[in-house]
C-alpha cells in the first residue's frame, strides 16, 4: 500500500469523522435535555414512525444508490442517479396511497394511536431518505468528503434543534418526527443542490436507453440487494412490531432511546470507515489489488479503539444513564448494558460490510441477514412468553453477536477473492 494511497485514505476517513464527530455529539449533548422533554413513550412513538419510514426508505431508491459507485464513467452513474430519483418519488407516491387506504390498520397493528396524526409524514421521510442516499454516495464517489461531512452536521443541527424547540412547546411526540424529517431533508438537500439546481447540465448526457441499459445492467441491486436490505432494516426496525407485541411501550421506548446512544459510536468511526473503504475497495477491485490486508488493519485498529470505550460503558451504564437522562431511564441502561457486547461486534464488522457489494457476494450476505433477523425474533419471543423482557435481550445480544464473528471472519475471506460473477 503506497504512502501517497494511506494518506489520502487517513485524510479522507478524518475528514468524514470529523464531520460525524460533531453531528453525533450534538444529538448527545442535548439527550439529557431531550429525555427531560420527551417520555419513553414519545421515543416508542418515534421508534414506530421510523419502523416504517426505514422499511420503505431502505428500498426506495431499488438500491440502485449502491450502484453509483461502480460504472468506470461518470455518465453511467449519473444515469443510474437520475433511476434512482424516479424509483424514489414512485414508492413516495405509492406509500402515501397506501397510508391513505390502510391507515387505521397500521395505527392499529403497531398499537400507536399517537401515531394517527402524523402518520401522513412518512411519504416526506421516504423521499428524504432517497434523496440523500442517492447524492450520498455520488458524494462518494467523486470523493468530495467535505461536503459529506458538511451535510451530517447539518443534518444533526436541524434534527436536534426542531425537536428541542418543538419540545419546549410541548409538541409530543411531533417534535421528535418533524426532527428526523428536517434534519434528513436538510442533508439530501446538501447533497444534491448543485447537481439539482443546473441538472440540465448535470443530465445533459443522459439518455432513456442509458437508463434502462444501466438499470439492466446492475438488475442484481433490487433484485437481491434490495431484499437483503429489507431483510437488514428489519433487523433495527422490524423488532419494534415484536417487542411492542410482546412487552409495553415502555419497554420499547427504553430500548429505542438505548440503541440510539450506542449506535453513536458505531456511527462516528464505522460509517467513515465504510465511506472511504467502499469507495477504495470498489478501485481496488478494477486493479486486481488484494484488500485482506486492510481489512485486517481495520479490524484491528476498531478492536483497541473501541475495547476500552465499550468496556467501561459495560460496566456502569445503568448507573450513567440513570445519572445523565434522568431516573426514568435506568431501564434503558440495563437494556444497554445487556446488548453492549453485540454492538461492539458490528462496530467492528461494519466497515467491511461493503464487501458484499464490491464482491458481488449479496446472496451469502442476504442469508446471514435472514438468520440474524431469525435469531432476534426467536430471542425476543422465548423472552416474550416468559415475561422476561431481560432474558429476550440477553438472548438476542448472544445469538446475534455471534452472527456477527462470523460476519467478521467472512469479510476478511471474501476479501482475498476475485469478483464472482461481474456486474456487466
Known sequence: ?????????????????????????IPFLISPVLSRLYSPEDFAVLASFMSIAAVLGVVSTGRYELAIMLPR????????????????????????????????????????????????????????????QTFNYWSTRNKTFGKNAVSRVSQSGALSATQLLAGAFRLTPLGLILGQILGQLTAGIILSWKALRHFRDFSRDVTWTGIKKNGRDYRNFPRINTPHAFMDTLKDHGIVMVIIYFF??????????????????????????????????????????????????????????????????????????AFVFGDDYRVSGEIAQIIIP?????????????????????????????????????????????????????????????????????????AGQGVRNAYK
Not at 1 to 25: C, D, H, P, Y
Not at 82 to 106: P, Q
Not at 110 to 126: C, H, N, R, S, T
Not at 352 to 357: I, K, Y
Open 342 to 414: 453485540w454492538i461492539f461486534l458490528n462496530f467492528i464488522a461494519a466497515p467491511a460490510s461493503c464487501l458484499t457489494v464490491v464482491m458481488n457476494r449479496q446472496k451469502e450476505a442476504m442469508l446471514i441477514t435472514i438468520v440474524d433477523v431469525v435469531l432476534r425474533m426467536v430471542s425476543l419471543g422465548i423472552g416474550g412468553i416468559t415475561g422476561d423482557y431481560k432474558l429476550a435481550f440477553i438472548l438476542m445480544s448472544v445469538s446475534c453477536g455471534s452472527v456477527m464473528i462470523f460476519a467478521i471472519y467472512w469479510y476478511y475471506s471474501i
Open 73 to 132: 464513467h461518470d455518465r453511467d452513474a449519473r444515469e443510474i442517479i437520475v433511476l434512482s430519483l424516479l424509483i424514489t418519488t414512485s414508492v413516495s407516491l405509492a406509500s402515501l396511497l397506501l397510508i391513505a387506504v390502510f391507515k387505521n390498520g397500521i395505527v392499529l397493528f403497531f398499537d400507536a394511536p399517537e401515531l394517527d396524526p402524523w402518520i401522513f409524514l412518512i411519504p416526506v421521510m421516504v423521499f428524504s431518505m432517497g434523496l440523500y
Open 1 to 25: 500500500m503506497s504512502k501517497r494511497f494511506k494518506s489520502e485514505f487517513l485524510r479522507n476517513v478524518v475528514t468524514l469523522m470529523t464531520g460525524t464527530a460533531i453531528a453525533q455529539a
Open 248 to 321: 409495553t411501550k415502555t419497554i420499547l421506548g427504553s430500548f429505542s432511546f438505548a440503541f440510539r446512544i450506542l449506535k453513536a459510536p458505531v456511527g462516528l468511526i464505522g460509517n467513515a470507515l465504510y465511506q472511504v473503504f467502499y469507495q477504495r475497495a470498489s478501485r481496488a477491485v478494477e486493479e486486481g489489488t488484494n484488500l485482506r490486508p486492510m481489512v485486517l488493519r481495520i479490524y484491528r485498529d476498531l478492536f483497541l479503539i473501541g475495547l476500552p470505550l465499550f468496556g467501561m460503558l459495560f460496566i456502569f451504564t445503568p448507573d450513567i444513564f
